[in-house]
Structure formats: structure tokens, C-alpha cells
């Protein structure tokens, strides 16, 4: 089932959805659901007494930033592995 809802985006956002994806409501849509699986994580972890802040996932990406790039290679067996955690049977982006 769905539901409609109208949303507002600022222009350089719409546009870029426009431009990558075409269907706006499916790629909204998929961002909500990699967020709410973020945040359901972040409830699991905290029932086991890991509380990762805001400050923590920035700092992790700083640092995942600054290592050297993997081969495409890597990537794919990367993407395989995180299927088994996908509700869906695919990795996200």
C-alpha cells in the first residue's frame, strides 16, 4: 500500500533527483528506508549498551574517507557480504 504525500526540496535537490533518478517518489522512498535501518541499528546497539552518536558516524566517515580506494574486485565481494544483514536480498547503494 501507499500513500501520497507532497514534499518541498530545494532546487540544486530536486534537480539532482530529477537528474539521476526519475522516479522521485522511489528514491525518496529508498533514502527513508536506509535511514530507518540506521536508526534501528542504532536502537539494537543501544539495548546492548553501544551508543553511537552523531560525532561517532562523522568520524568514522573521516576516516573511511581518508583510506586509499578499493578495486572493483573488493567492492563486489563487500556488497555480497552485506546481503546477508538486507531485509531485501540486495545491498544498498
Do not use: C
Not at 551508543?51 to 574517507?65: G, I, L, N, P, Q
Request: proline residues 3%; without cysteine; negative net charge.
Amino acid at each position: 500500500m501507499t500513500r501520497r504525500i507532497t514534499i518541498s526540496l530545494p532546487d540544486d535537490v530536486a534537480a539532482y533527483v530529477e537528474r539521476t533518478q526519475g522516479n522521485t517518489s522511489g528514491f525518496i522512498a529508498g533514502i527513508l528506508r536506509r535511514k530507518m535501518r540506521a536508526d534501528g541499528l542504532r536502537a539494537r546497539w543501544a539495548e546492548l549498551g553501544y551508543v553511537v552518536t552523531d560525532e561517532d558516524v562523522e568520524r568514522t566517515r573521516e576516516r573511511v574517507a581518508a583510506l586509499p580506494p578499493i578495486s572493483d574486485e573488493q567492492h563486489a565481494r563487500n556488497r555480497e557480504w552485506l546481503r546477508q544483514f538486507d531485509d531485501e536480498g540486495t545491498a544498498a547503494g
